[in-house]
């Protein structure tokens, strides 16, 4: 195998860097997606086709998502939901479950320290979903998460961990219903938006756009109520350890193109 001379690799990453920074301030200049959300998928499918574990795929995937996040940032995008954790996922295979739970408790807590990104960009992580399903290990490190990043507030990372849709709806009907029983809404009175507001993404702008790698196209129960309103909904063949920069420009381009027509019809 020929060598590539150090000066062509330096150009070839400075060209590269260069254009990157040129096609980020051209989308800059329209409408950029407030909320973006993520469907992580394809970790085990990559790790197979590499012939690798497939903790490994998993480990390849947290590194992404510090990548897609400092993208997003610098896109300008406010907030971003990832779907990191489905209750169903416990019926995964124990070994795999386990590395999981070991990875969130781990990495979590040190990205959300030593993340430049996370400092940065003032980024305040929030970890959604039935959390008592989690171990008393793995909470307390949840409560770790948000006390670190509790003064943040200039983004929002919205870590949706032992999730589904079904389960926050349920959560949120619960809640609405609780606000009956002690006074502070009239049954009669309940509206959708009484039910939104309890949603784990009430304090987040609106979900603007939805994208899921691996090729699959569906929503695997994952911000159904959020998405029944004006989301751009983008499916990739990209596994998530493979999705690029250049993905996630042209899903921000069609959602552009779209955004004018989306705005008319919330009018």
Known sequence: ?????????????????????????????????????????????????????????????????????????????????????????????????DTLMKMAKEKLVVFCRESETVRKYGINVRVCGNLKLLSPEVRAKVDEVHEITKNNNKAILNVCFAYNSSDEIATAMRRTIKDTTDGSLATEAIQWKNIEDHLFTADSPPLDILIRTSGENRFSDFLLCQIAKHCSIHFTHSLWPEFTLWDLLKMILEFQVTFASVEDKKM
């Open 1 to 97: 195998m020929i060598a590539v001379p150090a000066i062509f690799q330096y150009l070839y990453t400075e060209t590269n860097q260069r254009l990157r920074r040129l096609f980020m301030d051209v989308l800059r200049q329209g409408p950029i997606p407030r909320h973006a959300a993520f469907i992580m998928d394809g970790n085990r499918r990559y790790a197979r086709n590499l012939g690798v574990a497939t903790q490994e795929g998993h480990l390849k995937g947290f590194r992404k998502l510090e990548e897609v996040l400092e993208w997003c940032m610098q896109l300008g995008i406010p907030a971003v939901s990832i779907y990191a954790f489905s209750i169903d996922n416990f019926n995964r295979p124990p070994e795999e479950v």
